[in-house]
């Protein structure tokens, strides 16, 4: 059905249709070799269709490799969609940047699709997760009721509201078919509350078993930071039970909406939803963005892997057992005392995120004083 739509589609305009899927990137082997499986078992869906991918950052290939390869066998209509579960940065202004220069270098088309987004396959492939974990706890007679169990959400973090926001509606989403008696939201990375302070909070409500559900699509060095995090809330609350839920991976209805996102170029519905978008809409302490150039911002850590930043554990004076982030929190202290307006030594600009000093963010990791 799906290659269906393509080959019809090259018949009509005489063009030859490639399939590009723009992946985010890692410094961890594990979450690369992850994104390419499920990069393979897509091109299932379509079989006879040339199909390539790339990374923004750190891994290789780098996003113009794959579609050097889609170029050179033939394609001149490229399908691109950004591997990512919501639109923020990444997806609204370092992705297309480099499609859009690609495109007028090489006088090729390419039609860009829109982020996975909330999906009710997506929201049953997470609540699969969750179910699974669930069963795998009571199989050792461990068994709690659902109302006496509360299901962590935690998402990657951004400095887009928009798709902060977007880990709230999952999160209700899931807990409604899960049947679970609450449900709370936080983060991995830059915004609030990260993973340490927002299991604190729950810790008080009660419950018996709290359940935490990485919203992320593949593993990696976030990941380890979710897990450990919950390791150590949980060695200072004995009595309460916690569970590691997976993340969603290569789930059927995870290649169905990767699919379903391909198909939607063609039929003019890629529309990413922008009504809360800070680019758009005014949103307060985000005035200065609206109307921003879009322009990458990752050329820096282009196709580094293992050899960029903060990619191995042992090498790391500040982490012990996984990455706190505490680096970041570092860097960030230097360039606020030698540079307030944020300027990088390879010249390009990122504006500050209004809710940086929140005391439940990064800031909230000066509590740590010793090595995890």
């Known amino acids: 059905m799906y290659e269906s739509i393509l080959t019809s589609s090259q018949a009509r305009y005489g063009s030859k249709i490639g399939i590009m899927v723009c992946g985010h990137g890692s410094r961890s082997t594990a979450a690369v070799e992850q994104f390419s499986f499920v990069v393979g078992q897509l091109s299932s869906y379509f079989p006879n269709i040339p199909l390539e991918y790339g990374y923004l950052e750190f891994s290789n290939p780098v996003i113009r490799d794959g579609l050097d390869k889609l170029r050179r066998r033939g394609c001149n209509h490229i399908l691109a969609i950004p591997g990512m579960l919501f639109a923020a940065m990444h997806a609204k202004n370092d992705i297309p940047s480099v499609l859009n220069n690609y495109s007028k270098l090489h006088d090729i088309k390419i039609e860009y699709g829109r982020d996975l987004s909330i999906d009710n396959n997506l929201i049953e492939a997470a609540s699969d997760r969750v179910n699974e974990c669930i069963s795998k706890a009571n199989e050792t007679g461990s068994i709690v009721s659902n109302s006496d169990t509360c299901l962590v959400v935690i998402g990657r973090g951004s400095s887009d509201p928009d798709a902060n926001s977007n880990i709230s509606l999952v999160a209700r989403l899931i807990m409604e078919k899960t049947n679970l008696g609450c449900v709370e939201v936080g983060y991995s990375g830059v915004t609030f509350p990260l993973v340490k302070p927002c299991l604190e909070h729950v810790v008080?409500?009660?419950?018996?078993?709290?359940?935490?559900?990485?919203?992320f699509l593949f593993t990696g060095i976030l990941i380890d930071r979710i897990y450990g995090f919950t390791d150590m809330v949980a060695r200072d609350n004995g009595a309460i039970q916690f569970l590691k839920a997976g993340y969603l991976n290569n789930h059927p209805k995870l290649l169905e909406t990767f699919?379903?996102?391909?198909?939607?170029?063609?039929?003019?519905?890629?529309?990413?939803?922008?009504?809360?978008?800070?680019?758009?809409?005014?949103?307060?302490?985000?005035?200065?963005?609206?109307?921003?150039?879009?322009?990458?911002?990752?050329?820096?850590?282009?196709?580094?892997?293992?050899?960029?930043?903060g990619s191995n554990i042992s090498d790391c004076i500040l982490c012990n057992k996984f990455c706190t982030g505490m680096c970041r929190l570092e860097q960030q202290d230097v360039h606020n005392h030698h540079d307030h307006s944020h300027n990088h030594e390879h010249n390009h600009h990122h504006p500050i995120y209004p809710k940086a000093d929140h005391p439940l963010g990064p800031n909230s990791l000066r509590e740590l004083k010793v090595k995890n």
Do not use: W
Request: with cysteine; proline share 3%; hydrophobic share 35%.
């Open 204 to 215: 008080k409500l009660g419950f018996k078993r709290i359940i935490i559900f990485p919203y």
């Open 259 to 309: 699919a379903t996102r391909i198909i939607e170029i063609l039929d003019k519905k890629n529309i990413m939803n922008c009504d809360l978008c800070k680019y758009k809409e005014t949103v307060l302490g985000f005035e200065n963005e609206v109307g921003s150039a879009q322009e990458s911002h990752h050329h820096h850590v282009e196709g580094q892997g293992a050899s960029a930043p």
